[in-house]
């Protein structure tokens, strides 16, 4: 019999360990490369794994976004975490609960088929063996790659999915300290940078000593290309550095646009390029025909929140924290934009505002 | 200059120009990292604070203004673990989603129903028109306010 077709995740990510830990405190740490923009996906793959692992919620934790210890799903977009990254960490759960089975039935000198799973605790019978998840961990070698061929439970026998369970990352965020931007350690230095005017534009003058002024504090400027930041240890100097300086920048190749440009008619001027998309609408005629034509203008995928990200270089090594939507991908171009090793980088997600109605954010590879 | 107010019941005195907004000076001299950074204009109404009880933009807010007065943020209402009546009816109600707005509608939502104990739906649409939400979590963010409302009120003396 052949292997299953594995999701793409597992295809690139296929060793057990990148996708769930057993950790000491009793709990199953399931990681995920996708991240949590307001859509509940932490949630959801908590969710997946407990019923997979027969836990509660409470005793699986899940990491999202994180370069060293989580596996690589590139962007968390298209409405596709819950059937690529869920649909991964069904599989390896299953697979992992398999071999924790086997192991345990080994030890108790039983059949698998007398041993079931309550809260992480392996049951002979019904009755208590003090085995579970945790004895039998160390003998689970998850340096292997998974197979696929562990069936997952069937959908009926599900008791945490298909529930509506509250939210983990909610109660931090209707009390305090809860997203990247409320992170600050101690020395921080704040930087804001100065926006091209349009894209291709060309930095060819900066005031920097009207900047100053402007910024009344200490600050450092730093230049490369058309790229300019302003850096201070108090946050409100690099904002008034940002707020003053379009002042005082001149920039050539700015592209004007026209408001006219906005305009659906403006739109249907241009030259294109018509394709269909889905399937021909049938020739029998309609008994009754409505027409409707419908334009809007664009709409911005605006965040609530300013853009941000913070940033430690220590010893060589840097760390990121950001509230982007793919790590790995932001680690591969941070590192060619650094020119730094990618294995000298760390990428980690922090939540951030998002716009909900789509994960498509203006901010989403910044 | 010092600048000598009373936050979350607690009296603090900070060492900031009386330029600075209060919005930075709870978030970096203070710590309180709850009322957070939308627009810095007004806008959005993420950065709403209590002054005196009443809802201030916190961005714009001119820290000198608020000598000698009282400011409630988000972490005066309750903690995680012990969360105030509307902060805990927002997690029944799983009234957010992104929730960075969330910390600011608490706050106009707690000066509504300080003056306005059981307000209508319009009623609380009305004070939380000044916040945006892009989300779209609105009908959950009005049904939490109307639940806190009622817990509030039954706790209270007839």
Same mark, same amino acid.
């Given at each position: 019999?052949s292997?299953?077709?594995?999701?793409a995740?597992?295809?690139e990510?296929?060793?057990?360990?990148?996708?769930?830990?057993?950790?000491?405190?009793r709990?199953?740490?399931?990681?995920?490369?996708?991240?949590?923009?307001?859509?509940?996906?932490?949630?959801?793959i908590?969710?997946i794994?407990?019923?997979?692992?027969?836990?509660?919620?409470?005793?699986?934790?899940?990491?999202?976004?994180?370069?060293?210890?989580?596996?690589d799903e590139?962007?968390?977009?298209?409405?596709?975490?819950?059937?690529?990254?869920?649909?991964?960490?069904?599989?390896? !759960?299953?697979?992992?609960?398999?071999?924790?089975?086997?192991?345990?039935?080994?030890?108790?000198? !039983?059949?698998?088929?007398?041993?079931?799973?309550?809260?992480?605790?392996?049951?002979?019978?019904?009755?208590?063996?003090?085995?579970?998840?945790?004895?039998?961990?160390?003998?689970?070698?998850?340096?292997?790659?998974?197979?696929?061929?562990?069936?997952?439970?069937?959908?009926?026998?599900?008791k945490?999915?298909?529930?509506?369970?509250?939210?983990?990352?909610?109660?931090?965020?209707?009390?305090?300290?809860?997203?990247?931007?409320?992170?600050?350690?101690?020395?921080?230095?704040?930087?804001?940078?100065?926006?091209?005017?349009?894209?291709?534009?060309?930095?060819?003058?900066?005031?920097?000593?009207a900047?100053?002024?402007?910024?009344?504090?200490e600050?450092?400027?730093?230049?490369?290309?058309?790229?300019?930041?302003?850096?201070?240890?108090?946050?409100?100097?690099?904002?008034?550095?940002?707020?003053?300086?379009?002042?005082?920048?001149?920039?050539?190749?700015?592209?004007?646009? @026209?408001?006219?440009?906005?305009?659906?008619?403006?739109?249907?001027?241009?030259?294109?390029?018509?394709?269909?998309?889905?399937?021909?609408?049938?020739?029998?005629?309609?008994?009754?025909?409505?027409?409707?034509?419908? *334009?809007?203008?664009?709409?911005?995928?605006?965040?609530?929140?300013p853009?941000?990200?913070?940033?430690?270089f220590? @010893?060589?090594?840097?760390?990121?924290?950001?509230?982007?939507?793919?790590?790995?991908?932001?680690?591969?171009?941070?590192?060619?934009v650094?020119?730094?090793?990618?294995?000298?980088?760390?990428?980690?997600?922090?939540?951030?505002?998002?716009?909900g109605? *789509?994960?498509?954010?203006?901010?989403?590879?910044? | 200059m010092?600048?000598a107010?009373?936050?979350?019941?607690?009296?603090?005195?900070?060492?900031?120009?009386?330029?600075?907004?209060?919005?930075?000076?709870?978030?970096?001299?203070?710590?309180?990292?709850?009322?957070?950074?939308? $627009?810095?204009?007004? #806008?959005?109404?993420?950065?709403?604070v209590?002054?005196?009880? #009443?809802p201030?933009? %916190?961005?714009?807010?001119?820290?000198?203004?608020?000598?000698?007065r009282?400011?409630?943020?988000?972490?005066?209402?309750?903690?995680?673990?012990?969360?105030?009546?509307? #902060?805990?009816?927002?997690?029944?109600?799983?009234?957010?989603? $992104?929730?960075?707005?969330?910390s600011?509608?608490?706050?106009? %939502?707690?000066?509504?129903?300080?003056?306005?104990?059981?307000?209508?739906?319009?009623?609380?649409?009305?004070?939380?028109?000044k916040?945006?939400?892009r989300?779209?979590?609105?009908?959950?963010?009005?049904?939490a306010?109307?639940?806190?409302?009622?817990?509030?009120?039954?706790?209270?003396?007839?």
């Amino acid at each position: 019999m052949s292997a299953p077709a594995l999701p793409a995740s597992l295809v690139e990510n296929p060793r057990l360990d990148r996708w769930i830990r057993f950790q000491p405190d009793r709990t199953v740490r399931i990681a995920t490369g996708k991240v949590e923009i307001g859509q509940g996906v932490v949630t959801a793959i908590g969710q997946i794994a407990a019923d997979e692992l027969d836990l509660p919620l409470d005793r699986v934790t899940v990491l999202s976004g994180d370069t060293t210890h989580g596996p690589d799903e590139l962007y968390t977009t298209s409405s596709l975490s819950v059937e690529v990254s869920g649909g991964s960490v069904r599989l390896v !759960c299953a697979e992992v609960r398999a071999k924790a089975l086997e192991r345990a039935a080994l030890r108790l000198n !039983c059949s698998r088929d007398e041993l079931s799973v309550v809260d992480g605790q392996f049951l002979q019978n019904g009755e208590a063996t003090g085995q579970d998840y945790w004895t039998v961990a160390p003998e689970i070698d998850l340096t292997q790659a998974v197979t696929g061929t562990v069936p997952a439970k069937p959908a009926a026998s599900y008791k945490v999915v298909g529930r509506s369970v509250p939210r983990i990352d909610l109660p931090a965020k209707v009390s305090g300290a809860a997203f990247v931007h409320d992170f600050a350690p101690e020395n921080l230095l704040h930087a804001r940078t100065l926006r091209q005017p349009s894209r291709g534009a060309t930095l060819a003058a900066l005031d920097e000593a009207a900047i100053r002024r402007a910024a009344k504090g200490e600050l450092q400027i730093v230049r490369e290309a058309n790229f300019v930041a302003f850096v201070s240890p108090v946050e409100s100097v690099a904002q008034a550095a940002a707020a003053a300086a379009p002042l005082h920048a001149t920039w050539d190749n700015v592209r004007r646009i @026209d408001p006219e440009q906005q305009e659906a008619a403006w739109l249907k001027g241009q030259p294109a390029e018509d394709r269909r998309i889905g399937a021909a609408p049938s020739t029998t005629p309609p008994k009754r025909l409505v027409q409707i034509t419908v *334009s809007r203008p664009y709409i911005a995928h605006a965040s609530m929140a300013p853009s941000c990200a913070l940033a430690e270089f220590r @010893d060589g090594h840097l760390t990121v924290w950001s509230h982007g939507q793919g790590m790995h991908p932001l680690r591969k171009n941070l590192a060619a934009v650094l020119g730094l090793p990618t294995e000298a980088i760390t990428a980690r997600h922090l939540h951030g505002a998002s716009v909900g109605v *789509s994960p498509k954010r203006r901010d989403s590879t910044e | 200059m010092d600048i000598a107010f009373t936050v979350n019941g607690e009296a603090r005195q900070v060492g900031a120009p009386e330029t600075a907004s209060l919005l930075e000076v709870l978030r970096n001299h203070l710590g309180l990292m709850g009322t957070r950074y939308g $627009c810095g204009l007004e #806008q959005c109404g993420c950065c709403m604070v209590l002054v005196d009880g #009443q809802p201030a933009y %916190a961005c714009t807010r001119e820290v000198g203004t608020v000598a000698g007065r009282t400011v409630t943020t988000v972490e005066g209402l309750g903690t995680a673990d012990k969360p105030h009546p509307l #902060q805990q009816a927002f997690l029944d109600e799983q009234a957010g989603q $992104c929730g960075y707005c969330l910390s600011g509608i608490l706050m106009s %939502a707690k000066a509504l129903l300080d003056r306005n104990p059981d307000p209508s739906r319009g009623e609380v649409v009305e004070a939380l028109d000044k916040h945006l939400c892009r989300c779209g979590t609105h009908q959950r963010i009005l049904r939490a306010v109307e639940r806190a409302a009622a817990t509030l009120r039954d706790g209270r003396p007839a």
